[in-house]
């Protein structure tokens, strides 16, 4: 964690050696959950977590800026298998198996990098208002898992190494003191590739039951999705 600390500061204050770009750092709470499209399992609630991060503004042209950032995020949720799930979780040579009506719940913590372009508006007062949208590739720093029945938080090398998201978000800045402003924003994070491996031999993964038998089984799909309310600085 102090090393992801240091190398935020290090971004923004990088990012402030550029003419006419505005850098800062944000932090807030999120929730997340998994995007599940299957009748054989479905995402069991939410998951409260966090965020932070440098981030910067380069102007392109009036009102129109690219933008991008550095964040640490904690992410996660829980997945309920309607016939059960055979899982690796832990080691290819044992096989956690799920039953009917149990869940997995994940604890995913991410290195995010995300891009894209934000739309601003002239200052009305001391406000300005502004949409943004765009891309977070994505790289799993940390992933833990809980199955239902053991109660047992352990760490799980099932989850994918690198993902994306897409992200559309609204916010404000509040004008402080000369360039420094507040900002306040509302992201949404939308899940673009499935957050655990597939089925190969070589990998750990999650593969779903179709019957009650448990003889007909289906990789797994699910996809991280996320609301984050950030509160900032810029200067």
């Known amino acids: 964690m102090k090393k992801i600390i240091i190398a935020l500061l290090f971004t923004i204050f990088s990012f402030s050696g550029f003419a006419q770009v505005s850098g800062g750092l944000f932090a807030g709470p999120n929730l997340s959950w998994f995007g599940v499209d299957s009748k054989f399992h479905s995402n069991d609630g939410v998951r409260l977590g966090y965020t932070f991060g440098a ?24 997945i309920k298998y309607e016939y059960g799930a055979a ?32 739309g601003k508006t002239n200052e009305i007062g001391f406000m300005s208002y502004y949409m943004k949208a765009g891309i977070t590739p994505m790289i799993r720093l940390k992933s833990i898992a809980d199955i239902t029945a053991n109660s047992q ?7 994918s190494l690198f993902n994306f998201n897409w992200f559309m978000g609204a916010g ?43 003889n ?20």
């Open 87 to 118: 899982a690796n979780l832990y080691d290819l040579d044992s096989i956690a198996l799920i039953g009917a009506g149990e869940k997995i719940s994940y604890n995913l913590n991410y290195l995010e990098i995300p891009i894209g372009f934000k």
């Open 153 to 159: 938080d352990l760490f799980t090398d099932n989850i």
């Open 55 to 78: 981030m910067a503004d380069f102007p392109v042209f009036d009102n129109f800026l690219f933008t991008a950032a550095v964040k640490y995020n904690d992410l996660g949720g829980s």
């Open 172 to 214: 404000f800045e509040w004008a402080l003191s000369g360039n420094t402003r507040f900002i306040t924003e509302l992201v949404y994070n939308g899940g673009i590739l499935d957050f655990v491996k597939k089925s190969d031999e070589d990998d750990l993964t999650v593969q779903v039951y179709e019957t009650t038998n448990g």
């Open 216 to 235: 007909v089984k289906r990789d797994h799909r699910g996809k991280v999705n996320a609301v984050a309310l950030k509160f900032g600085i810029l200067f």
